[in-house]
């Protein structure tokens, strides 16, 4: 159950944290990885290990906000075949309300966060259309409950579950399903560099602090992620589309 042989998959951002744990999970169950992010060290990486258990991927350093960059690239990944998968998971946060969020960095949220998921899904689609697939997009439960000082980040997350409603419906006709996962906090090598940045000396404390945010106690694993993504992706879940899947560890519906 749950393989992915035969099986061509992009993962955008798959050089750390969730990405790098869907694109492990993915190869492992048989599927030929791509990963398109902008770490060149944390991507190669990511290759090496998969490659070395035996598994198939490659990497190719693209900046998902430049639709010709992205074009080129996915163009280059299906000149052997059609594209099976794609995981659009490349992401960058930020604190701020609406009053603090500079124009800046609301700009370079919605180029990364929206215009990356809309420059993938563009370049992906007409080469999935061929076989089918499916098509995960990375949402957060920002996008579900009202967050403290993410204005700008909450804002991308709810885009992103508009656009995978809309393919989701426009697709169907090309056995194409489209789906969202939204986490609650996981554990990744992005938190911890948030911690040390914001919190120094007290890493320990505001780690359990956020941990506890979750009613379940801890934080996220990122192959918790990664093993969800793979159901979704998997034939098993050939009859799932147009879904947002909270992976909070009770955080919207236990939270009182």
């Not at 035969?6 to 999970?25: E, H």
């Amino acid at each position: 159950m749950f393989r992915l042989d035969n099986k061509k998959a992009i993962i955008t951002g798959g050089g750390s944290g969730i990405g790098k744990a869907i694109a492990t999970v993915f190869a492992k169950q048989g599927a030929a990885v791509n990963i398109l992010d902008m770490d060149e060290q944390g991507a190669t990486n990511v290759v090496n290990e998969i490659t070395t258990a035996g598994g198939k991927a490659q990497f190719f350093k693209c900046d998902v906000s430049k639709q010709a960059e992205v074009q080129q690239i996915v163009n280059g990944i299906a000149a052997n075949g059609s594209i099976d998968i794609l995981v659009n998971n490349a992401g960058i946060a930020h604190i701020g309300t609406a009053e603090t969020t500079a124009e800046a960095d609301f700009d370079r949220l919605v180029n990364v966060n929206v215009k990356g998921v809309y420059n993938c899904l563009h370049s992906v689609l007409p080469h999935m259309k061929q076989n089918g697939g499916s098509i995960i997009n990375m949402a957060s439960i920002a996008s579900l409950v009202g967050i403290p000082d993410r204005f700008a980040y909450s804002m991308t997350k709810g885009a992103v579950v508009g656009m995978t409603l809309s393919v989701a419906k426009d697709y169907l006709k090309y056995n194409i399903r489209c789906n969202c996962i939204s986490p609650a906090r996981v554990h990744t090598p992005f938190v911890d560099g948030f911690l040390a940045k914001n919190y120094p000396g007290k890493e320990a404390e505001m780690f359990e602090k956020l941990s506890k945010t979750q009613p379940i106690g801890r934080m996220g694993k990122p192959d918790e992620i990664g093993y969800l993504a793979l159901y979704l992706c998997s034939n098993e879940a050939s009859f799932i589309t147009g879904c947002d899947y909270p992976i909070d560890g009770g955080f919207v519906k236990l939270n009182n």
